[in-house]
Structures are given as C-alpha cells and as structure tokens.
C-alpha cells in the first residue's frame, strides 16, 4: 500500500505524501516530531525559478501571495510542488481539516441533516467550496506561469489531499469534476464526511477511480 503509483508522475508519489502534507497543512508546532523535515516554503515565484536547479528532490511549499490565506479561521488550504531532477512533477494542493469554531459551523451546517436523516440526506455544498474553487483558480494561473517559465515536466500531475472536513472538499473538486488541468487529478483524503448527497456529483466509474477516500473504522466524521 505504501509503495509508489505506477503511472506518469505517479510512480514519484506515495501515499504517505498524501498523509505528510494532509497533516503538514494545519501548521501545527505539536506535529514536529511527527512530520520531520517540513517542506521549504517559497515565498515568490521568482526565487523559485532562481534557485531550481540547485534544489533536491523534495516537495516544497509555494506560499506565493496570492495564495497567503489566514490560519486563524475560516477556509485553509496550501500548495505544494514536488521537485524532481530539477523539474516540478507535481503539485498538491493540500486542504486544512476542522480546526477552529469557524470550521465546526462549517461541519454542523452541511453535514447535519446527514446525521439526522442518514447517507441519503441531499446536502448542499459547503460554503467553504466556493473558497476553495477561488483557491484552485489561483493555483491554476501559477501552474500557467510556471510551465511559461519551463519549471514544469512533461509528466507534470497535479493531486488533491486534506483530512476531516479537508479531505471532503479535497473529494468535491474531483468528483464535480471542476479541476482539470492538466487532466483530473487524484486525491487520496483522509476521514473525511461523505460527499455522496452533494448536487452536481460525478459518480461515475471513471471519475471514482481518481478518488480515494481512507477511513479509520473507529473515526465517526467519516461515518456520516
């Protein structure tokens, strides 16, 4: 389960790069230990084009300012880049999980009729879905502006991951098949609530084949 995938750009990427960066997104100190080394951050596209060629293999975090969210509340997400033999692979864009009040209000407002009324609840989307397209649309411009710079690989892939409430609008930008550059991409999400009542969802084989959602059998958020 732990070994790479075996096409394209993903035979460079595990599934514990989905767990590292789904847990690397909530910023939290106490994670240290855990995660180790975290990813350089880069703070303009400029450095980035500047210092590629003397970077290591690695996964790095493009925290350009047009993508510089608050952390104390609201919708969180990060992207990052996986350098390899001086080329960016792939990016991920990563989703933050429930981590303060504006995010319970955000669970108990769509998820709640599905815990009342069971997995065939219709839902609407979460509001922090439309935050979340605005995000993607700001990375598809640096994806643009990267592959103008000739950062990009010919096997270039872009990934979705997030954890809790993360990993079900990771799930959404895939099964509403809104992402499509460079193609639809994968996610991986981690306990995330069930996005099955959502409008608009693609469920179809070839669209739930990019999607995988991993749940502990004790979690409750991704029972619902």
């Known amino acids: 389960m732990l070994a790479p995938f075996s096409c394209g750009s993903l035979r460079y990427i595990s599934l514990l790069d989905f767990a590292y960066l789904s847990l690397n997104v909530y910023q939290d100190h106490a994670d240290n230990v855990l995660l180790g080394k975290r990813p350089r951050v880069f703070l303009s596209e400029k450095t980035l084009i500047d210092e590629v060629l003397a970077l290591p293999d690695a996964w790095y975090q493009l925290a350009f300012?047009?993508?510089?969210?608050?952390?104390?509340?609201?919708?969180?997400?990060?992207?990052?880049?996986?350098?390899?033999?001086?080329?960016?692979?792939?990016?991920?864009?990563?989703?933050?999980?429930?981590?303060?009040?504006?995010d319970m209000k955000e669970d108990a407002e769509t998820w709640t009729s599905s815990v009342a009324k069971g997995s065939n609840a219709l839902l609407t989307d979460p509001s922090y879905f439309a935050k979340s397209v605005?995000?993607?649309?700001?990375?598809?411009?640096?994806?643009?502006?990267?592959?103008?710079?000739?950062?990009?690989?010919?096997?270039?892939?872009?990934?979705?991951?997030?954890?809790?409430?993360?990993?079900?609008?990771?799930n959404l930008h895939v099964a509403k098949v809104f992402v499509t550059y460079p193609r639809i991409p994968h996610v991986i999400s981690f306990n995330a609530p069930g996005i099955g009542g959502m409008e608009s969802i693609d469920d179809s084989p070839a669209i739930e084949s990019h999607v995988v959602s991993m749940r502990a059998h004790y979690d409750f958020v991704s029972a619902i």
């Open 65 to 102: 300012p047009e993508l510089n969210l608050p952390k104390n509340d609201g919708f969180y997400a990060e992207l990052y880049a996986k350098v390899i033999d001086h080329k960016i692979i792939a990016t991920m864009v990563a989703i933050r999980g429930t981590d303060n009040f504006g």
């Open 134 to 170: 605005l995000f993607y649309s700001y990375c598809k411009d640096i994806y643009h502006e990267l592959e103008a710079a000739g950062l990009l690989s010919d096997r270039f892939e872009n990934f979705y991951t997030g954890h809790s409430l993360g990993g079900a609008l990771a």
